[in-house]
């Protein structure tokens, strides 16, 4: 293939990388949903246009560096506490879209109690909430969301209720708060889950813009390297695992 | 007309947040600094100055929340007491990481663990030497009246920002709830957005407009890079405490014996002084009033001719350390301290001073 020229022309342009990702090389391993869902946060904050008026919090985790792939004004917020840095950041720039982009180790271990007070006062911001049942960056130990019987670093044996308890359903959670109007489960394994979870997070977004409380979008996700599985393997694992124990579907709409 | 109000320490505090332009405060209730939130909450200066006061769930919740307020280039400050100061350790981490401006102000009360409710300098060692992890400085200043409770938050405030670095105003609960007359000064505008982009625009997260993105970040994987950031940040930190430091001396011209002493503590040994003098001691009285940066070379010159230190604290020990690392010379240094709550008396604290001048002769 070398020296060979591709050239599209305009008229058979049907897809385009949006111009609101970075050059830069993603770290994600093969495989991991967060590429995916990167670039989705990317094309709706494009499409929406509101690039120069968007901050985001990463948490800490694999995605503690997306603010290397999308082109707009960031905080890196210490373990869990994304959320209440976002609620600060809202309640100083009422007029800028705010969201949170965490994992489950995240938002739903260490963060549990700033993602549920940020949802319960109803902060106007979008949290997206990537489950993928491990801790990818720190190599693959148990979270709250691993599923029964399901073996990591540190449930070698698999989960087992009766040492770890159960896999915590924290979207079902929040669906029961006041302050939030809005939560969705998504998943990004194929092209069509890709296309509602898109239409989804731009509805999340539309709504904290409204200012109609926390909007919660949790993508059910894979981590190849963390379930040391091969990207096909791993889609066809989250269809099989993950999609039973977290199924996807609006849980509130207001 | 000069505007005079009496008030306790906390409410200071929280007016003077308040008239300085402060855009948002972060807490949770704690005695003995309840009465910060509380005024906040009764004073509603959303409906004045657009301030934002927020209760968040805890004080862990609070320190991120500065966090996120000052990436944003506001003026953003909490208020504790002990406990709840080392439950925001990591967060002062992450803000002087990040190197962010914010104000945090300590009510100390007595501990280990829940301890007790009374006055206490018991973190001391805390505010000066591991705040948090990682090797970073806070600026440290030490109120010792209502009146500098008040005003603190404004020159905690100008730190800040001059230095993009956290501030603690280190008080304790006598001086935060006991009551006494404050000058207030007019209300200074908050900023606008537009002048926190003019001001802050090179590192603030406002929204990308006009330029490339901020990110406000305290994480660098490469060692070699991050060892430069430590380095800028010692650099930082030389320079504070080549510019910052302030002290007040009392009679330590002719003095044969200084006092050492911060916040209630400088009060009492101010009374100590006197109660000597009146006995023909000459004592002298230091009073540090930033404890970070220390007033290391003016205790080092006065340990060239005095006979001797006492340094009073409501604590095992822990500023007497710094004395001892200021002065060259071998000048006796001494501790008088109590714990638990106690207040020291003028009149036990008198005693303490005798017993070490006698035994120095």
């Known amino acids: 293939m070398a020296g060979l020229k591709v050239e599209i022309k305009k008229e058979n342009l049907v897809y385009k990388r949006t111009e609101l990702l970075t050059d830069n090389t993603m770290h994600y391993c093969p495989g991991c949903s967060h590429g995916t869902i990167n670039k989705l946060v990317a094309e709706v904050v494009a499409e929406l246009g509101i690039e120069e008026s968007t901050i985001g919090i990463t948490p800490v985790g694999c995605s503690a560096f997306a603010?290397?792939?999308?082109?707009i004004d960031w905080i890196q917020a210490?373990?869990?506490?994304?959320?209440?840095?976002?609620?600060?950041?809202?309640?100083?720039?009422?007029e800028k879209?705010?969201?949170?982009?965490?994992?489950?180790?995240?938002?739903?271990?260490?963060g549990t109690g700033e993602s549920i007070h940020a949802c319960n006062r109803g902060e106007n911001i979008t949290i997206i909430?990537?489950?993928?049942?491990?801790?990818?960056?720190?190599?693959?130990?148990?979270?709250?969301?691993?599923?029964?019987?399901?073996?990591?670093?540190?449930?070698?044996?698999?989960?087992?209720?009766?040492l770890h308890g159960y896999p915590f359903k924290i979207a079902d959670m929040v669906a029961h708060l006041d302050g939030v109007s809005y939560v969705t489960r998504q998943s990004v394994h194929t092209a069509a889950a890709t296309r509602k979870a898109k239409k989804a997070l731009k509805k999340a977004f539309e709504k904290s813009l409204a200012n109609k409380g926390v909007s919660f979008i949790e993508f059910v996700a894979t981590c190849s390297s963390g379930w040391k599985m091969s990207p096909v393997a791993s889609n066809k694992w989250l269809e099989d695992n993950m999609l039973q124990a977290y199924p996807v579907g609006d849980l509130k709409d207001i | 007309m000069e505007e005079i109000k009496l008030m306790k320490g906390n409410e200071a505090v929280a007016i003077a947040a308040v008239r300085s332009g402060c855009d948002g405060y972060f807490g949770y209730p704690i005695t003995p600094q309840s009465e910060i939130l509380e005024t906040l909450m009764a004073e509603k200066p959303w409906e004045t100055t657009g301030m934002i006061v927020l209760q968040a769930e805890s004080e862990v919740a609070s320190i991120n929340m500065v966090y996120g307020g000052a990436s944003c280039g506001k003026r953003v400050m909490t208020s504790s007491s002990s406990p709840g100061i080392s439950l925001m350790s990591e967060g002062l981490s992450y803000i002087a990481g990040a190197e962010l401006p914010c104000v945090i102000v300590n009510v100390q009360r007595g501990g280990p663990g829940l301890g007790t409710i009374q006055p206490s300098q018991g973190d001391y060692f805390q505010a000066v030497k591991a705040a948090g992890h990682g090797d970073f400085d806070l600026i440290v200043l030490a109120p010792s009246s209502v009146q500098e409770m008040?005003?603190?938050?404004?020159?905690?405030?100008?730190?800040?920002?001059?230095?993009?670095?956290?501030?603690?105003?280190?008080?304790?609960?006598?001086?935060?709830?006991m009551m006494e007359k404050v000058v207030i000064r007019p209300q200074t505008a908050r900023k606008t957005n537009d002048e926190i982009i003019e001001e802050c625009g090179s590192w603030a997260v406002t929204g990308k407009r006009g330029r490339?993105?901020?990110?406000?970040?305290?994480?660098?994987?490469?060692?070699v890079e991050q060892e430069k950031f430590n380095e800028k940040l010692q650099a930082k930190y030389k320079t504070i405490r080549e510019t910052e430091v302030r002290f007040e001396e009392i009679n330590c011209e002719d003095a044969d014996f200084v006092i050492v002493a911060?916040?209630?503590c400088a009060r009492i040994s101010?009374?100590?002084?006197?109660?000597?003098?009146?006995?023909?001691?000459?004592?002298?009285?230091?009073?540090?009033?930033?404890?970070?940066?220390?007033?290391?070379?003016?205790?080092?010159?006065?340990?060239?001719?005095?006979?001797?230190f006492l340094v009073v604290e409501m604590n095992a020990g822990q500023m007497v350390q710094d004395v001892r690392l200021s002065v060259t010379t071998d000048v006796p240094v001494e501790h008088y301290g109590r714990m638990g709550g106690i207040i020291p008396a003028p009149s036990e604290t008198f005693e303490a001073l005798k017993r070490f001048i006698n035994k120095l002769k």
Do not use: W
């Open chain 2, 270 to 308: 101010s009374k100590v002084m006197e109660m000597g003098r009146e006995e023909g001691i000459k004592i002298g009285l230091l009073r540090p009033i930033t404890l970070l940066p220390f007033p290391t070379e003016r205790l080092n010159e006065l340990s060239k001719r005095v006979k001797g």
């Open chain 1, 129 to 162: 909430y990537v489950n993928n049942a491990t801790y990818g960056m720190t190599g693959g130990q148990m979270s709250p969301t691993t599923l029964m019987g399901m073996k990591t670093t540190t449930s070698p044996q698999g989960r087992d209720s009766s």
């Open chain 2, 150 to 177: 008040y005003d603190f938050v404004y020159d905690a405030f100008d730190l800040a920002f001059k230095y993009r670095n956290p501030v603690l105003i280190l008080s304790d609960g006598a001086i935060g709830q």
């Open chain 2, 262 to 264: 911060y916040g209630l």
């Open chain 1, 78 to 94: 210490a373990h869990g506490r994304a959320c209440a840095v976002a609620s600060a950041v809202k309640r100083l720039h009422p």
């Open chain 1, 97 to 110: 879209m705010v969201f949170t982009y965490q994992g489950d180790g995240d938002l739903a271990a260490i």
């Open chain 2, 212 to 223: 490339t993105r901020n990110i406000s970040t305290s994480v660098e994987l490469d060692s």
């Open chain 1, 67 to 71: 603010y290397n792939y999308i082109d």
